[in-house]
Nanobody, 116 residues
Framework: QVQLVESGGGLVQPGGSLRLSCAVS????????MSWYRQAPGKQRELVAV????????YADSSVKGRFTISRDNAKNTVYLQMNSLKPEDTAVYYC?????????WGQGTQVTVSS
């Protein structure tokens, strides 16, 4: 069973930065398209960013473009989400997703709270 473990969340003031990490178990990390999703209270889970096996990136939410950067380190089986200029509306649980074909795996999530 593939396991994903997110870390790096926490409480940060508006304008601050956080870097989320997601470590993936197993030997097939380089074959997964990796994504970050987030779910705010009372809202549906939404896609934030994706990085493909070829390292192509896309940011689904225009509000994060220019502020968030997704990257991956295949040697460490880890995907990152660098979040800068954080806003209160970025407050959510952030989830990591690994996908290869019809198979998808989720992490348990990490809470990000942006508040003064």
């Amino acid at each position: 069973q593939v396991q994903l473990v997110e870390s790096g969340g926490g409480l940060v003031q508006p304008g601050g930065s956080l870097r989320l990490s997601c470590a993936v178990s197993g030997s097939f990390f380089s074959s997964y398209d990796m994504s970050w999703y987030r779910q705010a209270p009372g809202k549906q889970r939404e896609l934030v960013a994706v990085i493909t096996t070829l390292r192509n990136t896309d940011y689904a939410d225009s509000s994060v473009k220019g502020r968030f950067t997704i990257s991956r380190d295949n040697a460490k089986n880890t995907v990152y989400l660098q979040m800068n200029s954080l806003k209160p509306e970025d407050t959510a649980v952030y989830y990591c997703n690994a996908r290869a074909g019809a198979y998808g795996y989720w992490g348990q999530g990490t809470q990000v709270t942006v508040s003064s």
